[in-house]
Every structure is written in structure tokens, then in C-alpha cells.
């Protein structure tokens, strides 16, 4: 299964070379997870923000907030909510997604750790009024949508379980809809992230890294599909505490 969906990831970004739009932008990501003492629970928060093409201004920011159950030491449950704003004609439009997940990890060849998430949304997507060059938001509309993630990390210095150094990372995320697609972008498919970077661990509870990441959308503006092809420069921080 996992084979067959990274092969369907390369066979879309195959198709990006086709894409009508072209842009390029950065993004910045904050991952931390806080542990609750004594309980297999635990506080999980990212914060994102991301520029617009060529860099110009903020585009979009991400809050979302959820707690985590801790199953097994490999395996973690999640619940949580997400704010998510995008600019619209100067104005940033809320979208609010309630979602679940489902993280499994392992190693490969001992050093090499692999992380899995399963990721169910429910998103309640905008609908907008445009009125004298002023946008609003006028209602919502419910769509569902389930995102495929897979993410390996190789530490330079070959060892497990390392706790200080370099190491590189690889990873894609498949978005696909499965109700309620009138309300996205009229399709079952609706984005790929493949990612590529370099990182610093500079100890068990904090890593940085910096990679590009190729972003393939297919967007619907009620008549036309386009395909967007977005170059992306992302920073991200993790902490574990």
C-alpha cells in the first residue's frame, strides 16, 4: 500500500510539469509536543505561517491544537481543531477543521526512524462575499478530506537513537477528499507535499531544519480546474518536552 501511494506521488509530480501556475513562496512550522506528567497523554500544538507568491506579504497562518494518547510507544492517537486563515483581497478569511490521527513509527535497518499518520478531516470551508472590494464570510460548508503522510529521518552520524547532530529528512503527504468534494475542489485528489532537508538536532528535545518542498494543488473556481505548482523554502522547528 505504501509503495503504491509514493508511486502515485511521483506519477503527480510528473503531472505538475504541466501545471497552468507556477509560484514560489516560504513557509515557516513550529511542531511541539508537551508531555503530561504521570498519564500516556500529552499537548500537541503546531503554529505555521506562509508568505504569498514571491515572498511579497503573509498568506496564510495555521493554529492547530489537539491531544495526543499515547497507545504504545510507537503508536499515538490524536484530536484536535485547527484555525486556518487565508488572505483574501487583503482580508484573511477563517476556515475552522476539526481532525484525527492516527502516528505509527518504526525504524529501518535500526537507525533509521520512520513515521506513519493517518490524518481525517473535517473541514468547514468559507463562503465568501466580495461587496465593494471588501470580502466577508457569508456561511460554511463542510467537506471531508483524509491525508496520507510518511517521513524518514537519516542521521548523519549512522547511529540509533541519536540525540545530537545532522541528519537529513525525506517525506511526502497525499491529500485526497472523500465527501462532500463540491465544496473543495470538485475532485478526489486534492494536493501532494514531497519534501527534502537538512536538520540539527541540537538535543533530545529540540531539532531545526530547512528543505524545499514541492507543492501540486488542483484548485476549482466553479468552472475551471487549474493545476498550481508551488516552490516552497520551509523552516521548521520540533520540540519534545
Known amino acids: 500500500m505504501i509503495r503504491s501511494l509514493l508511486i502515485c506521488a511521483l506519477l503527480i509530480q510528473s503531472a505538475s510539469v504541466m501545471?497552468?501556475?507556477?509560484?514560489?513562496?516560504?513557509?515557516?512550522?513550529?511542531?511541539?509536543?508537551?508531555?503530561?506528567?504521570?498519564?500516556?497523554?500529552?499537548?500537541?500544538?503546531?503554529?505555521?505561517?506562509?508568505?504569498?507568491?514571491?515572498?511579497?506579504?503573509?498568506?496564510?497562518?495555521?493554529v492547530r491544537p489537539g491531544i495526543n494518547f499515547h497507545a504504545r510507544k510507537n503508536v499515538v492517537l490524536t484530536a484536535g481543531y485547527a484555525l486556518v486563515g487565508n488572505?483574501?483581497?487583503?482580508?484573511?478569511?477563517?476556515?475552522?477543521?476539526?481532525?484525527?490521527?492516527?502516528?505509527?513509527?518504526?525504524?529501518?535497518?535500526?537507525?533509521m526512524p520512520l513515521q506513519h499518520r493517518l490524518r481525517v478531516e473535517q473541514r468547514f470551508i468559507p463562503v465568501t462575499?466580495?461587496?465593494?472590494?471588501?470580502?466577508?464570510?457569508?456561511?460554511?460548508?463542510?467537506?471531508?478530506?483524509?491525508?496520507?503522510?510518511?517521513?524518514?529521518?537519516?542521521?548523519?552520524?549512522?547511529?540509533?537513537g541519536f540525540t545530537k547532530g545532522m541528519f537529513g529528512a525525506v517525506?511526502?503527504?497525499?491529500?485526497?477528499?472523500f465527501a462532500k468534494n463540491q465544496y473543495a475542489n470538485s475532485h478526489t485528489f486534492d494536493q501532494n507535499r514531497a519534501y527534502g532537508a537538512i536538520g540539527y538536532r541540537f538535543n533530545s528535545k529540540f531539532d531545526a531544519e530547512v528543505g524545499y518542498l514541492?507543492?501540486?494543488?488542483?484548485?476549482?473556481?466553479?468552472?475551471?480546474?487549474s493545476r498550481v505548482t508551488n516552490n516552497v523554502i520551509q523552516l521548521a522547528t520540533y520540540v519534545r518536552l
Do not use: C
Open 129 to 160: 462575499r466580495s461587496l465593494d472590494g471588501e470580502v466577508s464570510k457569508v456561511a460554511s460548508n463542510m467537506s471531508h478530506r483524509v491525508r496520507y503522510f510518511v517521513r524518514g529521518l537519516l542521521p548523519f552520524s549512522g547511529q540509533a
Open 87 to 111: 488572505k483574501t483581497l487583503g482580508t484573511f478569511i477563517s476556515e475552522h477543521r476539526i481532525w484525527e490521527q492516527l502516528i505509527v513509527t518504526h525504524n529501518i535497518a535500526k537507525f
Open 19 to 62: 501545471a497552468q501556475q507556477s509560484q514560489f513562496s516560504g513557509w515557516f512550522a513550529n511542531f511541539s509536543t508537551v508531555r503530561i506528567p504521570d498519564t500516556k497523554f500529552s499537548i500537541h500544538f503546531d503554529g505555521q505561517l506562509r508568505s504569498n507568491d514571491k515572498w511579497e506579504t503573509l498568506q496564510t497562518y495555521i
Open 171 to 177: 517525506q511526502n503527504e497525499v491529500f485526497l477528499n
Open 214 to 225: 514541492h507543492h501540486y494543488t488542483l484548485r476549482f473556481n466553479g468552472q475551471h480546474t
